[in-house]
């Protein structure tokens, strides 16, 4: 089994910054994308930026220039630092893992996560 532990939600305000950080830990063969999401009341869940094993990033153009992912991979963590937020960046934000799972001490199967979420109230 793998754990997803989110952290760094609150409430700010506008113009404010908060890093979000998510920590995978368990049956870990390697981790492909670790991104995070976001779903505001009333919305579907939609992208927020996603980073590949090989550094490769994707911002959802709503965030582009004012929030920025990245990766330690020696400690199975993704960040995401987001600057001048803005009121509808209120939301739920998750944590999602792309990763292979251990069989034994071997590469088992493809699987996904997901966190359990942090809510960030961007509110004056």
């Known amino acids: 089994q793998v754990q997803l532990v989110e952290s760094g939600g609150g409430l700010v305000q506008p113009g404010g910054s908060l890093r979000l950080s998510c920590a995978a830990s368990?049956?870990?063969?390697?981790?492909?994308?670790m991104g995070w999401y976001r779903q505001a009341p009333g919305s579907q869940r939609e992208m927020v930026a996603v980073?590949?094993?090989?550094?490769?990033?994707n911002y959802a153009d709503s965030v582009k220039g004012r929030f920025t992912i990245s990766r330690d991979n020696g400690k199975n963590t993704v960040y995401l630092q987001m600057n001048s937020l803005k009121v509808e960046d209120t939301a739920v934000y998750y944590c999602?893992?792309?990763?292979?799972?251990?069989?034994?001490?071997?590469?088992?199967?493809?699987?996904?996560?997901w966190g359990k979420g942090t809510l960030v109230t961007v509110s004056s």
């Open positions: 999602n893992v792309h990763l292979i799972g251990l069989a034994g001490t071997d590469a088992g199967w493809a699987e996904e996560y």
């Open positions: 980073t590949t094993s090989g550094g490769r990033t």
């Open positions: 368990g049956s870990i063969f390697s981790i492909n994308a």
